[in-house]
């Protein structure tokens, strides 16, 4: 059985970086397509970063690309989301997901994902 287990949000001021982490269970596939997307009280949930573990590619969304690294250590099967530069906007609950296999075009497509962990909250204040 898969288990995805989130940590590291917490409350930030703006500027401010945080480090989220996914501990990964129960995954056995060889070529596994991760995720970190976030979800903001009356908003669609969004594709913040995704990663091939097999390929070590990641993919990041608009909101992402230059301040949000995502990262993926096999060893520990951890996924990791470091975030800097953070503004109020990246305020959300932050859900790291996973599937077996995905089109590389699809990685942030949250209903094609599997697995997904609980959410871990951030808040960005101003």
């Known amino acids: 059985q898969v288990h995805l287990v989130e940590s590291g949000g917490g409350s930030v001021q703006a500027g401010g970086s945080l480090r989220l982490s996914c501990l990964a269970s129960?995954?056995?596939?060889?070529?596994?397509?991760m995720g970190w997307f976030r979800q903001a009280p009356g908003k669609e949930r969004e594709g913040v970063a995704g990663?091939?573990?097999?390929?070590?590619?990641?993919f990041y969304g608009d909101s992402a690309k230059g301040r949000f690294t995502i990262s993926h250590d096999h060893a520990n099967n951890t996924l990791y989301l470091q975030m800097n530069s953070l503004k109020p906007e990246d305020t959300a609950m932050y859900y790291c997901?996973?599937?077996?296999?995905?089109?590389?075009?699809?990685?942030?497509?949250?209903?094609?994902?599997?697995?997904w962990g609980q959410g871990t909250q951030v808040t960005v204040s101003s």
């Open positions: 990663f091939y573990t097999g390929y070590g590619t990641p």
């Open positions: 997901a996973a599937v077996d296999y995905l089109v590389l075009s699809q990685w942030s497509r949250a209903s094609a994902y599997k697995f």
């Open positions: 129960g995954l056995s596939y060889s070529m596994v397509c």
